[in-house]
């Protein structure tokens, strides 16, 4: 494998993708934060004081998918067409997952659009919530699935491989 964004030299470039194709393109991350119990309920009860977690935290996940190519160093700036940040209270193991589902009709894909808004958004969960739990962790922050592009689909923890054909091969066969 040869990384894309070093020259033959090894220094950093911004790959160019003016020649491939646009084509429908969707990434889903996840990450969760893990916080006391009591945390969780003053969540569920929308009674941390700094006002709705969850609202916030979403917002802010949708923002960070938009600001990525500002973010992170190569990346290119996109014309993103959706993005959905959902979180899940689970008292059980007093934990919020978040998933933030990101798409475009374009030339590369959004796997770190979806990254950095799971990440804000629990990032978001971190700050409403600091001033009742300094103890709470963020982790398990990674791609679940993406699709589209010359890669083909990607599905973490998938049994069996997933096409990996691209537009081409998938063409040649009609």
């Known amino acids: 494998m040869k990384l894309t964004h070093l020259d033959e030299e090894g220094k950093a470039k911004m790959v160019d993708v003016s020649e491939k194709p646009f084509t429908e393109r969707e990434a889903i991350a ?10 969780i309920k003053l969540i569920r009860d929308k009674a941390i004081p700094k006002g709705d977690v ?25 014309n993103i067409t959706s993005v959905t940040v959902d979180m899940k ?19 590369t894909g959004v796997e770190m659009e979806a990254l950095t808004a799971a990440s804000a958004a629990a990032l978001a969960l971190y700050d409403m919530c600091k001033a009742v739990d ?14 589209g592009g ?7 923890g998938a049994t069996s491989p997933v096409s990996r054909k691209t537009a081409a091969e998938k063409s040649q066969k009609k």
């Open 89 to 107: 209270i689970d008292e059980g193991k007093s934990k919020v997952d978040v998933k933030a589902k990101v798409k475009t009709i374009g030339q």
């Open 30 to 39: 996840k990450s969760s934060v893990y916080m006391r119990p009591e945390t």
């Open 134 to 147: 300094k103890e709470m962790t963020i982790s398990d922050i990674m791609l679940m699935e993406k699709r």
């Open 54 to 78: 969850i609202a916030v935290a979403r917002v802010a996940g949708i923002m960070a998918a938009k600001k990525t190519w500002e973010l992170i160093p190569m990346c290119h700036p996109l």
């Open 150 to 156: 010359r890669s083909g689909e990607f599905r973490r």
